[in-house]
C-alpha cells in the first residue's frame, strides 16, 4: 500500500477514535502524515511545534482541557523518545493522549541507518498500542511504516469522516465495601484528603463532603479549597502527623502534602482511595476504588453525617490565625508572594501550578475568600519537565489565564514557548518565582548533613537572564521583589513574563 493510503487510513482511525486536535512536530520522515492533516484542517484542529517533548506535553494540557484524546504527530528516531516523559505523565492522570510516530520501513529497523531507531513499544506499558481495544482512558501508540516519498491520490478522505465519542467503562468497582467502611466508627476518626479532580466530579465532591462533615484536607487542584474551607484541617501536614486520624479516604488524584507521604510509614492507619486510575498512589496496603467520583459517589447512597469533628475544627481557627499573622507579618516572603498571585489569579479564567513549591505553597497560603474552581498541575509522575507546555495546552483557548512555575521548572522547557504564538495571549501571565534553583530540597531533613557541594548540586542555582527569555518569545516582562510592586497590576494585550524574587530572609522568619 502507497505511503497516502496508509497515513490517511491511520489519521481516519484516529478520528474515528475521537481525536479532534493534532499537534505536529514535522520532519522527513512524518511529512506525508502532515500532508494528509493539511488536507483535513477544517474537520480537525491542528497545532504545530518543533520540539517533541514539549510537544507532547502541550497535547496532554489540551486532553485536561477538553477531556478528549489529543494526537501528536512526530517523525522518527529520538523525536518518539523525546514523547516518554508526556506519554508517562498521561498515564498516571489516566489521559488519551495519542502518539502517532512515522517509522521507517521494516527493513530498516535496527540496521543503524540515520534516524531509524526500534521504536515498536518504545513507550512498554505506559501506551497501548491495540486501538481496537484502547477505552481512551490512557495513551495509545500507532507507530507507522512510512517511505519518505509518497504520492497524494486522494484529496478528499477524510469528507464525511464523523469525529468519534470515547466510551469508558470502569468496571465493577467495590462501592458496597467503601460504605461499609465509611460506617465504622473508629476511635481517632476520619479526614478526606482530595487531590486533582475533573471538573464534573467537583459538584458531587463538594456535596458529599459537606453531607460527611468530616475535616477536609482540599488540594488547590480539586477547586473545592475555598468552598470546604468551613472544614478544612488547616497546617494539616504538622497538625495530621501530631494526631493522625484512624481512616484516611482519598477523592481523585494523589494529593501533594507531606502527610499522604508519611502515611506510608503509619500502616494502622486505614487507606481507601476512589480514583479513575485505579493506583493506590503509596506503596503500602491501602484499598482502591476505580472510576470516576460522579459515579461512584451518588451510588454509596445515603451519606451519614460524622459526628464529634468539633475539636480538630476548633484547632483549625487558631491555626488558621497564625498563619494569617504570618503572611502579615513577611509579606515579600515566598509564602506572602503565593498569597500575593493568588489573589491576582483568583480573579482570572484560571490558574496552573507548574511544581511542588508553588502547589503546596498555594494550598496553605492562597487566598480563601474567592472561590477558584480551575487550579491544574501535573501530579501524575510530578515531573517538572514540560510544565510550560502543559499549561499552554490546557489553557490555549482562555483569556486572563495564570501560570507559577519555579524558575528551573521554567527552565526546563523555554522551548514550549513556541506556542504562545497560537494560543489565546491576551491577560496571560506566567509569574516565575525565581527563589534561586530548587529550594524545595531546603526542606529534605537530610539535606543538613551534606556536603556544601553536594548541597549545591541538589539546588542547580542557574542564574537566568528572564526579561532577555521574555524579549525572546515577544512576552511583556515586570520584575517585583516586594508585594506592593504589583499594585495595580493588569495584564496586557500579549502575554506578561512576572519574575518574582521572594525575601528569602522573610522566608525563614515565617517558617520558625
Ligand atoms: C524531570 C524532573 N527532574 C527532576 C525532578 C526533581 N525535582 C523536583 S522539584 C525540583 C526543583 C524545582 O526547582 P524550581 O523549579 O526552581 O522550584 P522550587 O523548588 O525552587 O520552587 C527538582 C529538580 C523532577 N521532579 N522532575
Redesign the pocket.
Known sequence: MGGWKIATGLLGKAVEAGVSEFVVCGGAHNAVLLEALARMADSVKVWSHFEERSAGFFALGRTMATGRPCAVVVTSGTAVAELL?SVIEAFYQARPLVLITADRPASFTGSGAPQSIVQTGIFSGYATVDLEKWEGKSPLHLNVELEENFQIENHAVFAGLEVGGFAVDFGKPNVGGLARWLRERTLRGLVVMIGDLEPEEQEGVFHFCRELGAPVVAEATSGLREVLKHLAVMDEDRFLKSKPPSKVLRLGGVPSGRFWRDLESMPEVSVWSVCRNGLRGLGRDAEVVTGSLERILPAMGEIEAIGDTAEILEGAKARRQRIEEALAAYPDS?QGWMRTLSVYASISSGVYL?????IR?WNAFAQWERPVRVVRANRG?????GQISSWLGASADEVDTWGI????????DFAGLKMLGQVEAKGRVMAV?????????DRLPRLATMSEKAKSW???ESPVDFAAVAKAWGMDFLRVMRADDLDGFEGNDCATLVEVVPDAAQGLCLLK
Open positions: 516523559p515566598e507548574g511544581n511542588s513549591l508553588p505553597g509522575a510530578n515531573g517538572i519537565d512555575f519555579g524558575d528551573l521548572t521554567a527552565l526546563y518565582i525565581n527563589n534561586g534553583g530548587g529550594r524545595i530540597f541538589m539546588a542547580a
